[in-house]
């Protein structure tokens, strides 16, 4: 066993590394910089958590979130790792112990605000401290092009200059875009970086798109399917989230919002009711979630449809954190394509933009946006459409999303490549119609007139019902390996994308019947069945450790490991490590409580 795998088993409790997670360690850990993009989820944390206790020395984390400096310190410090954080929360007196501290070598990883930087105080600490690692989190945050922009991100690259020896750094971010990507490296002044997309798969959400006549009535259902379950729900305006709070509460449902036009007040309570659990739904413009680190979030679903891929699978994919399914349902109506396309378009008056400037980025936000609608229409594979999406290679069908459940996938690419051939031998200057009847060797006169009965092609789907042909040639449009020009007899001819089929290279999968939507997924693993009565006591036991310590319940342990212990029924601490994510300081610590549980539950039932 390696030297990673020996932390990641005694300190945090787990056995395996993810996908991604390890070329990023071991990078890191032989001195070169790095860029790692990783979904929210995905396990970004650990790939510098894991180098800072395999390496000598400190290792500071630059985050721009307060709140996910907190979580993830405390979260450290019960798995037994010396860590603290340096930001505006502290008192003067508070902040300056903890450098203090941080001088005399007690923490292995220091989260710093990046204001912090270039503070005369913490500058004269790094001047002196064995830093031997920079992480910085969120680092597309240095980006100007991105929304999240940071002015003080762009103190980094200056910091690591006043350094007396330039540490190692990983940056690390959930924003693939290349152009992102481009302004990461620079803008942090990365060395040769080590560049590695991965783990966009997300095996334990459920994906699914509905398109209801009435949304209200469909939250209300799926949320009687998802009782007890906490979960987040996102509408687009403040508007919309006060409407739908209310709805909820009326109806009974321990929910609580969240946006930008509440009292500070407001805004903390709620996120900490969500948080610590009293509330279990959260309705909530995107204004929520950033530096929300819940695992046990069950489901996310999106009242309206989001303006582009990239903040859909953000915000949903702060479902099942924790690897335990979840459900991801987006509620579309094409009222949400208007108000999008309205926000894209707006101009403020006073805007100091060139028209070019403008109008590119019309033309950029349109595409993602017509790139958002086309995820709620395809027929395909959701979590195909995703990865292919980010960049990553996707199977056609993955079994496990609300278009692949309960369907019945044809693989229809051969038809599909017969009919792009006919559309190309025959000139590409017939409609869909014509298409068809050559295609499955119909004899119309005008088939014969136009001599088109003798091309390779003629006749080759004749045994193809000619609806299924119609269904294929819309699916070849909606794929863009056809164009249908405009007019009123509109033709087709051949698209950007037909070369990926004629070659082989894209299948294309038809439906055959609507599959129901919104199930829970299928478990991931085979796992050992959970014992549910004796999960609710471990639960309590849990819930009452979180009290006594002031701490979230899941800085405790996790659903999952919960729900693990539940079914193994650990009679002796030593057993409980076989349970994933039960590390030693957490079997010391809170050990003997559990296994107590347990054999209580145990002796009863005899
Ligand atoms: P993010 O990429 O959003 O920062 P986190 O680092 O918070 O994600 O990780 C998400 C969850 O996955 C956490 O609960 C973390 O403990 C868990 N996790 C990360 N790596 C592993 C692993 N190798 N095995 C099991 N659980 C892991
Ligand atoms: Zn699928």
Redesign the pocket.
């Known amino acids: 066993m390696g030297q990673l795998e020996t932390i ?1 088993q005694r300190t ?1 409790g ?5 996908e991604g ?1 390890r070329p990023v360690m071991e990078q890191l850990m032989a001195g070169r910089d790095v860029l790692s993009v ?10 510098y ?1 894991l180098p800072a206790l395999a390496m000598p020395g400190i290792t500071l984390v630059v985050s721009p979130l307060i709140s996910l400096m907190k979580d ?1 310190v405390e ?1 450290l410090i019960h798995c037994g790792v010396a860590a603290a954080y340096l930001n505006s929360s502290l008192t003067e007196r508070q902040y300056a112990l903890a450098l203090r501290y941080a001088g005399e070598g007690r923490y292995k990883l220091i989260y710093v605000a990046p204001e912090r930087l270039d503070t005369p105080g913490f500058l004269r600490f790094a001047a002196t401290a064995p830093i031997s690692m920079v992480a910085v ?1 969120e680092a597309h945050c240095v980006s100007q092009w991105g929304q999240d922009f940071r002015p003080s991100y762009l103190k980094i690259p200056e910091f690591l200059q006043k350094l007396p020896r330039r540490p190692v750094v990983g940056a ?1 971010t ?1 924003t693939a875009t290349p152009e992102v990507r481009r302004d990461i490296a620079r803008g942090l002044g990365l060395r040769d970086p080590f560049e590695i997309v991965s ?1 966009f798969d997300r095996k334990n959400l459920f994906f699914a798109v509905e398109e209801p006549k009435d949304k209200r009535t469909a939250l209300l259902k799926f949320l009687r399917q998802h009782k007890g379950e906490s979960g987040i729900v996102y509408c687009n305006t403040r508007r919309t989230v006060d409407e739908v709070a209310e709805l909820l509460c009326r109806d009974g449902w321990p929910a609580a919002r969240y946006h930008a036009g509440l009292e500070p007040e407001e805004r903390r309570r709620n996120q900490e009711a969500f948080v610590y659990g009293n509330c279990t739904i959260m309705v909530a413009t995107n204004a929520f979630g950033m530096g929300i ?1 819940k ?1 046990d979030v069950r489901f996310v679903v999106h009242y309206n449809m989001p303006k582009d891929m990239e903040s859909y699978y953000q915000e949903a ?1 702060r479902a099942g ?3 335990e399914d979840a459900v991801c349902l987006l509620l579309y109506g094409g009222k949400d394509v208007v108000t999008s396309r309205f926000l894209i378009e707006l101009r403020e008056e006073n805007e100091e933009v060139s028209d070019e400037v403008y109008e590119a980025r019309v033309r950029r936000d349109l595409e993602r946006l017509r790139q958002m609608t086309f995820y709620c229409h395809t027929q395909e594979c959701l979590r195909a459409t995703i990865l292919r999406y980010f960049g990553e290679k996707a199977p056609g069908n993955c079994g496990k999303c609300g278009n692949c459940v309960g369907s019945d996938m044809e693989d229809v690419t051969a038809e599909a490549r017969v009919l792009l051939q006919t559309v190309d031998q025959s000139g590409q200057r017939f409609g869909m119609g014509r298409i068809i009847e050559i295609a499955a060797g119909g004899d119309t006169g005008a088939v014969a007139a136009w001599g088109l009965d003798r091309l390779a092609v003629y006749g080759r789907l004749a045994s193809v019902p000619r609806d299924q042909l119609r269904a294929i040639l819309r699916l070849l449009v909606a794929q863009d390996c056809l164009t249908q020009t405009e007019g009123q007899y509109p033709i087709l001819e051949l698209g950007p994308k037909a070369g990926e089929v004629l070659q082989g290279r894209q299948k294309l999968y038809l439906r055959r019947k609507r599959p129901p939507k919104g199930q829970k997924a299928e478990p991931v693993q085979e796992e050992r069945t959970a014992d549910e009565a004796l999960l609710e006591r471990l639960k309590a036991v849990r819930s009452r450790l979180a009290r006594m310590r002031g701490v979230p319940a ?1 800085v405790i342990f ?1 659903d999952k490991t919960l729900r693990e212990m539940s079914a193994l029924k650990p009679t002796a601490v030593e057993q409980l490590r076989q349970v ?2 039960v590390g030693e300081y957490k079997q010391a610590q809170y050990g003997r409580d559990f296994v107590a549980c347990v054999r209580n539950y145990l002796q009863e039932k005899e």
Not at 38 to 47: F, N
């Open positions: 990641l945090f787990y056995t395996r590394l993810r997670q990783m979904p929210t989820g995905a396990g970004k944390s650990l790939c958590q993830q979260s989190d690390f959930a783990g680190d695992p994919g954190r924790d690897g899941y996790s994933g994510g």
